[in-house]
């Protein structure tokens, strides 16, 4: 059974920088793509980043692209977002996901 733990996030100012951590477990995690999602109130959820299982090849949404930066560890199973020159706009609850398996979400909140 996919099970995806996430830490990190939390209250930060513009133009500052977080840190997400993904601890996954229940499958062969060097094996599969994993993503980054957001939901910000109101909105639907939207992909923000996507790594191949090697770690190889990344690639990030328009809106986050040269501000955050995706990568995992197959050895420690786990996968990190870098955000830095945080916006209000990336104000959401940013979701690990791999296949049908999602983690419990952890709020970024980006205020003045």
């Known amino acids: 059974q996919v099970q995806l733990v996430e830490s990190g996030g939390g209250l930060v100012q513009p133009g500052g920088s977080q840190r997400l951590s993904c601890a996954a477990s229940?499958?062969?995690?060097?094996?599969?793509?994993m993503n980054w999602y957001r939901q910000a109130p109101g909105k639907e959820r939207e992909l923000v980043a996507k790594?191949?299982?090697?770690?190889?090849?990344?690639t990030h949404a328009n809106s986050v692209k040269g501000r955050f930066t995706i990568s995992r560890y197959n050895t420690k199973k786990t996968m990190d977002q870098k955000m830095n020159s945080l916006k209000p706009e990336d104000t959401a609850v940013y979701y690990c996901?791999?296949?049908?398996?999602w983690g419990q979400g952890n709020q970024v909140t980006v205020y003045s």
């Open positions: 790594i191949t299982p090697a770690g190889c090849t990344t």
């Open positions: 229940g499958f062969a995690f060097r094996w599969y793509a």
């Open positions: 996901n791999q296949g049908s398996g």
